[in-house]
């Protein structure tokens, strides 16, 4: 049995997506298919789809048993729980709780990164103007990273319309564009990454433009913010 990937530190209340396989002695895959079950043994929770959820005090880790037919295997898998200093950073309570709003924004429960929820600065019909949500945090200790995966639909230009993000160090008062601004359609979901200072104030802005032109309505769907 073997599991993709065989390790992996994931935030608490974050997802990760893990993929368990089985062969037989020959390297061949099982016949018949396998069925797997997927067991926890500590603080986190796993669905038959593969899609684990840190729980509040640990990861992990987990062991995954595969049947088929009158053999089966069984394969473990480490999980680190760390801590996320973003709030709400997956959006999975629907709401945009700890987030300043401003514009049209929501969070919807289709095409999300990881999860149920995304949330969407702008709309499937022209909005005018900059939609965004900012949070302001503490960065951790040790080599603090932040992360975030965003998604755009933009059919225009981006002389016009575009998604962009902002990461202001408020200890320095400096403000890095982390996402220049960006007009793709159906490029799919992007990661943005950053390296923070451990003990500085940040404040992170997420942002969607659109020129409210009638036919090329502009969003952007933003998901799993992490800073750890």
Excluded at 58 to 85: D, I, K, L, R
Aim: hydrophobic residues 35%.
């Amino acid at each position: 049995i073997t599991v993709s990937p065989a390790s992996a530190s994931v935030p608490t209340s974050g997802t990760q997506q893990f993929t368990a396989s089985g062969r037989d002695q020959f390297g061949n895959p099982m016949s018949p298919q396998p069925t797997f079950t997927w067991t926890v043994s500590g603080g986190g929770t796993i669905s038959t789809s593969g899609l684990f959820t840190a729980g509040a005090t640990a990861g992990g880790p987990f062991t995954v048993t595969a049947t088929s037919g009158s053999v089966s295997g069984t394969a473990s898998v480490t999980v680190t729980a760390v801590t996320n200093v973003i709030k709400n950073g997956n959006f999975e309570t629907g709401t945009l709780t700890n987030w300043t709003a401003s514009g049209t924004t929501s969070v919807v429960s289709t095409g999300a990164h990881s999860g149920t929820f995304a949330a969407r600065l702008g709309s499937t019909a022209p909005t005018n103007g900059n939609s965004s949500i900012a949070q302001t945090f503490s960065a951790p200790s040790g080599a603090p990273k932040l992360t975030f995966w965003y998604n755009v639909t933009c059919p225009d230009t981006v002389t016009f319309d575009w998604a962009t993000a902002t990461l202001r160090d408020n200890t320095t008062a400096t403000t890095t564009t982390i996402l220049p601004r960006t007009c793709t359609n159906g490029a799919g979901w992007k990661q943005v990454s950053a390296n923070l200072t451990a003990g500085h104030s940040y404040t992170l802005t997420l942002t969607s433009r659109d020129d409210n032109f009638a036919g090329d309505a502009t969003f952007t769907l933003y998901d799993d913010v992490v800073a750890q």
